[in-house]
């Protein structure tokens, strides 16, 4: 039995005209198609006045058994995505200072990617023919985990903690003593030669 599966995808980036006074450009994941090419370097697919469109890279997105649960959670939003990962390096010179670090049908493994500073996580619509993919995967491997009722313990009381000993309640009534403290009748079986707590001195 397939417990994995690869589907190269194409990923479209655009590069877009902004107004801040430090950067020219931003760089965002716009799409993802089926049955790409496979490319080495960016291929400019479309342009106007304010953006630039890239086929910027072809990467498999892999489905695996074990992750069907968070597969379904992304198609049960009604809008089933696929999560890009772009990566980018502040410091390089190329006129494409980003890559396309990853692409993934889990919604739990792109949220992973949203807490390193350098990713960029966008959500892409994933084209039919792909959901119809992901659906027969998930159809195929998919187990519902078994609920597994825990048992109550037992509540005890407080003086059922004993550890191996005797409660303080059980140990100060042997020695002759209440709880508040003041002293009881002595037990007469207990210190011999003792009157009241205190050895005779005699």
Known sequence: MVTALSIPVGVVVAREKIAHPWQTYRWRAVSVFLDPPQIRDWRELRRDDKSV??????????????????????????????????REDPDSDDDWPVEVHLVT????????????????VESVAMPEQLVDIVHAFINEHHKEEAFIKRKRQPHLRAEDHKFGQESIVVLRERMGERIDGNPSTPNPNIGHGMDNGRRDSK
């Open 105 to 120: 049908a889990s919604p739990f493994e792109a949220q992973s990617h949203g807490d390193v500073g350098l990713d960029n």
């Open 53 to 86: 469109l890239y086929h910027a890279a072809t990467l498999n997105l892999e489905l695996f058994r074990k992750e069907t649960t968070a597969y379904q959670v992304n198609l049960a939003n009604g809008e089933p995505s696929v999560y890009v990962v772009l």
